[in-house]
Nanobody
């Protein structure tokens, strides 16, 4: 059975940092790209970042470039999202998701596409106060 479990969310002041973790199990981790998405109230779910297990390449939304860093621990089957310089507009429920991409990973035009992902975590709240 596939599981994606997020942790590390919470409440932080503007300018602060959080590190989210996504622990994966039940599938061959190396064959999947892992993405982070977020959804604020009344808004559509949007891609934040993605890491391709095939080659370790990383992709980011323009809104988080230079502030967020995605990384992966292949021994632990865990993907991390280090979020620095958080702003109130980063407030959302954050989800990790897995997309089968065994050979070349997800391209820049593919990774933010929500339907491309096969498995989703339950989400975790991140709240940034001003």
């Amino acid at each position: 059975e596939v599981h994606l479990v997020e942790s590390g969310g919470g409440l932080v002041q503007a300018g602060g940092s959080l590190r989210l973790s996504c622990a994966a199990s039940g599938f061959t981790f190396d064959d999947y790209a892992i993405g982070w998405f977020r959804q604020a109230p009344g808004k559509e779910r949007e891609g934040v970042s993605c890491i391709n297990s095939s080659d370790g390449s990383t992709l980011y939304a323009d809104s988080v470039k230079g502030r967020f860093t995605i990384s992966s621990d292949y021994e632990k089957n865990t993907v991390y999202l280090q979020m620095n310089s958080l702003q109130p507009e980063d407030t959302a429920v954050y989800y990790c998701a897995a997309a089968l991409a065994p050979d070349y990973g997800l391209a820049e035009y593919q990774w933010p596409n929500v339907p491309r992902y096969d498995y989703w975590g339950q989400g975790i709240q991140v709240t940034v106060s001003s």
